[in-house]
């Protein structure tokens, strides 16, 4: 992610810790709530928004093929009613739910799912998630621009769809839950162009009822939902421009219902110790990891020995205290929870005088300078400085480039910007919990494209190979030995240095007494923030 997530991402999951399982046929429909956002939402185009915030509000307005049972990281059923693999592993054929409408009333069809697809691995569209369609037969035309349509997407009828893979593919479910694999409507995004993301269409619980741009979005219970009983509330409205503190001061006096940007790191042990807030603090357990990235197409990050050189250089002890020790230091891409994660992998040490010495045998004894880019809200930007701290004691100079999250995003996929990011508050958070999530649209080649998340534009052509290999090992009885393919892969990204891994952090924020929901309603460890279909209002019941 989502990442957060995506920026990230993109991508944070948030638990809710202490709620009360009510059961589903005893929650009244109605009520509103308010959620807050510093920054504004960029888009809510599914094939394209990766963003934190918008992450979620995607997944009220869109469904896919598959979806996750919520609270969990298990598959289930959605748009698709049905589906079949082939015994070779490389054939998935769908039966869609019939019936189900679009916000503008006309039913989606096969020919819906098909157009989707092809339209989010259009080279032409930009999208960030193009990679993750790497396995369909046809993908690398696509990519290319010689072919407009996706060879192994069949529309079989109107209710049938057929999926061929080049390869047996171990996360393709997991692909098909995905917001870049949900359904929009043709006719929409010919009207729209590029202000699809503006004037979102969906098939999902909520509808976009209201949009002024820097200010509030206002999302409207689709009435026609396909999945009766769902959406419980009638209105979400979102509130951007909201600074975190002026948020929580908000949620203090009943105006706000959800902080969404977590609670501030400067008043995180005010309110982690406060009785009164015991219940309404919710801490998320995620697949996440903070790093540091460096564009291997840019000088000197081209030379592996200056990359060793920044890793060596940053003290993640010093950063973790800065966030009141709300993480652990991370020393590889994977986090600790993730399969294929390698337990016995030390990583690169602090150690000053070993990232002299190897500046100096890469000809830059004497440093150099570049640009750090952050996304602007605290405690990013003070991460920043002790990063640019760290870097300057081995003789770079960093300029600090503390931008909206948007634009470090933007600069990040241009293969000539940014050489440097630091992904905080946009740190990857797994879209799916599987190794290669972690591999394919942050370090493979797929992701290192205009507008991709490969922020170092990183592509070894080797571990291309064997990642392919890796992700073709479907058989539940050789998960061990997938697992292990991983890891090796992640240990000599690990050698190769594009990025420098920091801390895997775990995410707190707060809600209102008036929310409800079943247990863990706000929870979806995989990659969805916020589960907006669920929530309910305890003032209605």
């Avoid at 050189?309 to 600790?336: E, T």
Wanted: hydrophobic share 40%; glycine share 8%.
């Amino acid at each position: 992610m989502r990442k957060t997530l995506l920026a990230g991402v993109a991508f944070f999951a948030i638990a809710a810790a202490g709620m009360t399982a009510v059961h589903a046929d005893d929650i009244k429909q109605g009520g509103q709530m308010v959620v807050t956002y510093k920054d504004d939402v960029s888009t809510l185009d599914p094939a394209i928004g990766y963003d934190w915030q918008n992450w979620s509000m995607i997944k009220s307005l869109f469904d896919g093929l598959m979806d996750y049972e919520p609270g969990t990281s298990t598959l289930r059923k959605d748009l698709a009613e049905d589906y079949t693999i082939s015994d070779d592993g490389k054939t998935f054929t769908f039966k869609l739910r019939k019936g189900v409408k679009f916000h503008n009333g006309r039913e989606m069809t096969a020919e819906d799912v098909k157009y989707s697809l092809d339209r989010v691995t259009n080279p032409a569209t930009q999208s960030p998630g193009a990679g993750f369609f790497g396995s369909i037969k046809g993908f690398d035309k696509m990519a290319d621009g010689s072919a407009k349509s996706l060879e192994g997407v069949t529309v079989v009828d109107p209710y049938t769809i057929k999926f061929e893979l080049t390869r047996p593919d171990a996360t393709f479910l997991h692909v098909m839950a995905i917001n870049f694999s949900f359904v929009v409507p043709k006719e929409e995004v010919e009207k729209w162009g590029a202000d699809f993301g503006k004037h979102p269409v969906g098939t999902g619980a909520f509808k976009l009822g209201e949009w002024t741009l820097g200010q509030k979005l206002v999302f409207e219970r689709n009435k026609d939902y396909w999945n009766a009983g769902l959406p419980k509330l009638d209105q979400i409205t979102f509130e951007v421009g909201q600074e975190p503190v002026v948020a929580l001061l908000r949620l203090q006096k009943g105006e706000v219902d959800v902080a969404g940007d977590g609670i501030p790191p400067a008043k995180f042990l005010e309110v982690k110790n406060d009785p009164t807030y015991a219940k309404l603090i919710v801490e998320g357990g995620q697949l996440h990891t903070g790093y540091v990235t460096m564009k291997t197409t840019m000088k000197p990050f081209d030379n592996v020995k200056v990359r060793q050189a920044v890793n060596m250089a940053i003290n993640k002890d010093r950063i973790i205290r800065i966030i009141n020790g709300r993480a652990v230091p991370a020393n590889q891409p994977l986090p600790p929870t993730m399969p294929g994660f390698a337990k016995d992998f030390e990583g690169y040490k602090y150690h000053v005088e070993g990232a002299k010495k190897l500046l100096a045998e890469a000809g830059l004894a004497d440093g150099f300078e570049t640009e750090l880019y952050v996304y602007n809200t605290d405690p990013q930007p003070r991460i920043a400085q002790a990063i640019q701290q760290d870097l300057a004691a081995i003789g770079i100079k960093a300029e600090i480039k503390s931008l909206a999250q948007a634009n470090v995003i933007a600069a990040g996929g241009e293969p000539d910007q940014a050489p440097m990011v630091w992904s905080g508050g946009m740190a990857w958070i797994a879209d799916f919990p599987d190794p290669s999530n972690f591999y394919g649209p942050i370090l493979g080649c797929s992701g290192a494209v205009k507008g991709g998340w490969n922020w170092s534009y990183y592509c070894n052509k080797a571990l291309e190979e064997r990642a392919t290999a890796a992700d073709s090992i479907t058989d539940p009885a050789k998960k061990a030995e997938r697992e292990e393919a991983w890891r090796s892969i992640f240990l000599d990204i690990m050698k190769d240095a594009p990025w420098a891994p920091v801390f895997n952090e775990q995410r707190f924020t707060i809600r209102s007494e008036r929310l409800g929901g079943p247990d863990a309603i706000f929870v979806d460890p995989v990659h969805i923030p916020i589960n907006y279909e669920q929530v309910y209002a305890k003032d209605v019941q």
